[in-house]
């Protein structure tokens, strides 16, 4: 049995949801037959590829002033300051630390100061990083 689940994105206008991909989202619809369940909730920005390349230069910058990688310091920073939940993965209940991937563009700028803070290092200025175009 697949766990893929499709996603559909859409906006919502004067109360009416518009589909971006409308005709695929018909095409799926015709597998089904019957009473269904949706889901339906608000879209949030995740943050950017500028915001991830910007991150990692500042692990990059932390690691050498502390000698760590950037790959222990990335763990360490999520352990820190990202919140675990609880997964099933083949029967087994296990502890998981989100990647920083589905952070919003504003979570992700908080998790930065929060490293700033803690790390006592302050991020580079964006326009200062060369891999931050």
Same mark, same amino acid.
């Given at each position: 049995?697949?766990?893929?689940?499709? @996603? #559909?994105?859409?906006? /919502?206008?004067?109360? @009416?949801?518009?589909?971006?991909?409308?005709?695929?989202?018909?095409?799926?619809?015709?597998?089904? +037959?019957?009473?269904?369940?949706?889901?339906?909730?608000? #879209? @949030?920005?995740? =943050?950017?590829?500028?915001?991830? =390349?910007?991150? #990692?230069?500042?692990? =990059?910058?932390?690691?050498? $002033?502390?000698?760590?990688?950037?790959?222990?310091?990335?763990?360490?920073?999520?352990?820190?300051?990202?919140?675990?939940?609880? %997964?099933? /993965?083949?029967?087994?209940? %296990?502890?998981?630390?989100?990647?920083?991937?589905?952070?919003? =563009?504003? $979570?992700?700028?908080?998790?930065?100061?929060? %490293? $700033?803070?803690?790390?006592? %290092?302050?991020?580079?200025?964006?326009?200062?990083? +060369?891999?931050?175009?």
């Amino acid at each position: 049995m697949s766990r893929f689940v499709p @996603k #559909w994105y859409g906006d /919502v206008e004067n109360g @009416k949801l518009v589909l971006h991909e409308r005709d695929s989202f018909h095409e799926y619809l015709k597998s089904f +037959s019957g009473k269904v369940e949706m889901l339906l909730y608000a #879209w @949030k920005a995740k =943050r950017t590829d500028k915001q991830n =390349r910007y991150y #990692w230069a500042f692990l =990059r910058m932390i690691g050498e $002033e502390t000698g760590y990688t950037e790959d222990e310091l990335h763990e360490l920073f999520k352990q820190k300051f990202l919140d675990k939940r609880k %997964i099933q /993965v083949l029967g087994q209940e %296990i502890e998981m630390y989100p990647s920083t991937t589905k952070l919003s =563009r504003k $979570e992700m700028a908080d998790y930065i100061t929060q %490293i $700033e803070i803690f790390s006592g %290092i302050q991020a580079p200025d964006s326009k200062s990083v +060369s891999v931050v175009e």
